[in-house]
Nanobody, 121 residues
Framework: VQLQASGGGLVQAGGSLTLSCAAS????????MAWYRQAPGEQRELVAI???????DIADSVKGRFSISREDAQNTVHLQMNSLKPEDTAVYYC????????????????WGQGTQVTVSS
């Protein structure tokens, strides 16, 4: 399974970016798709997660500014980021929890390579 993230870059404060992450390979079922971020010197933190049935949870720090969505047919998750602030600057990582085949008893955890988001003041 591979996760390909895209959409990072440099943006001015108040601007918008959309991150996308596509999962490919042998996938039977996806349980959840999420975005995490890690700023320099900080721990990785959950930004947003979307589960089966489109249940979404957004971190308080970005609530009202970020939204998450998924396209099941494409195994793709998007993170729409609006009203960006300098403190949103971080490497953003895509995470997918999935089952590789029917009959598997374990959910497996996969990470994308990370995409840099830099917000200038």
């Amino acid at each position: 399974v591979q996760l390909q993230a895209s959409g990072g870059g440099l943006v001015q404060a108040g601007g918008s970016l959309t991150l996308s992450c596509a999962a490919s390979g042998r996938i039977f079922r996806i349980r959840s798709m999420a975005w995490y971020r890690q700023a320099p010197g900080e721990q990785r933190e959950l930004v947003a997660i979307i589960s089966a049935g489109d249940r979404a949870d957004i971190a308080d720090s970005v609530k009202g500014r970020f939204s998450i969505s998924r396209e099941d047919a494409q195994n793709t998750v998007h993170l729409q980021m609006n009203s960006l602030k300098p403190e949103d600057t971080a490497v953003y990582y895509c995470n997918v929890v999935l089952m590789l085949r029917d009959g598997d008893v374990h959910w497996r955890d996969f990470w994308g390579q990370g995409t840099q988001v830099t917000v200038s003041s």
